[in-house]
């Protein structure tokens, strides 16, 4: 008896920091988003690329959610807002934006600390921006999911419907950039460094987003997890 009362407890403890964890990701992303925004809209300086907001505001509001960092950034605030509510979340469509969410925001974080950050010069409000997207938000995620879980949530199907995403992101990218002259990041740029070039720099992180995806997988079936679904089922019995 006392041995089922310290193993409910215990549960309770790991779901009650699990939900702190992600409910702070959530916060921190929404509050670098606000920032962010105001930003644009008063022609700040704009965290992914550096440079101030400028031309009309509805091209300003396009531009700012282009960026893949954002979009990432926004998976993770919606999947971290639901695993706060809800740690024992399923289902199929949950396993793809989960996946996306883990995919999208550490590959932002890799791709601005190796590339961008030598680029991108923030200060001020926009260095706060850059802090939650580019550093806390990547690496807080990922290291919620290794710790909480829970697992298991991939399979080799949720994870080949998660490129679905990042594919057709790069199909807009470079549509949009062939009508309005305008790329999100520098590595991407037609204009500057060419088509092929910038062709040959989407598949290299394509590429490293599928091995990515392939570690993330492995992991989620033979990695313990602090959060487990018979918990959940303990506590209904």
Do not use: C
Not at 126 to 138: D, E, K, M, N, R
Not at 227 to 233: F, K
Request: aromatic share 12%; net charge neutral; no cysteine.
């Amino acid at each position: 008896m006392n041995a089922t009362i310290a193993t409910t407890e215990s549960t309770h403890v790991r779901e009650r920091v699990a939900r702190i964890w992600f409910g702070t990701i959530a916060v921190v992303v929404a509050i670098a988003l606000v920032i962010q925004i105001i930003l644009i809209l008063t022609g700040g300086q704009d965290a992914n690329s550096g440079e101030n907001a400028t031309g009309p505001v509805g091209t300003r509001l396009v531009r700012l959610f282009s960026f893949f960092t954002i979009q990432s950034n926004l998976f993770v605030l919606g999947t971290s807002i639901a695993l706060a509510l809800n740690l024992f979340r399923d289902g199929k469509l949950w396993r793809v934006l989960r996946f996306d969410a883990l995919l999208g925001i550490i590959i932002t974080g890799l791709v601005y600390e190796t590339v961008l950050a030598q680029l991108v010069h923030p200060q001020g409000w926009a260095l706060v921006a850059t802090i939650g997207f580019h550093y806390i938000s990547p690496w807080a995620t990922l290291i919620g999911w290794l710790i909480f879980g829970p697992r298991p949530r991939m399979t080799w199907t949720s994870t080949a419907l998660g490129f679905i995403w990042p594919l057709l992101w790069l199909v807009y990218t470079f549509v949009h950039g062939a009508v309005t002259g305008w790329y999100p990041y520098p590595f991407l740029d037609v204009d500057t460094i060419g088509f092929a070039d910038s062709v040959r720099n989407s598949a290299i992180v394509l590429l490293i987003g599928v091995l990515i995806a392939i570690v993330l997988t492995v992991l989620d079936h033979r990695m313990p997890s602090l959060l487990r679904d018979s918990d959940r089922t303990r506590e209904r019995e």
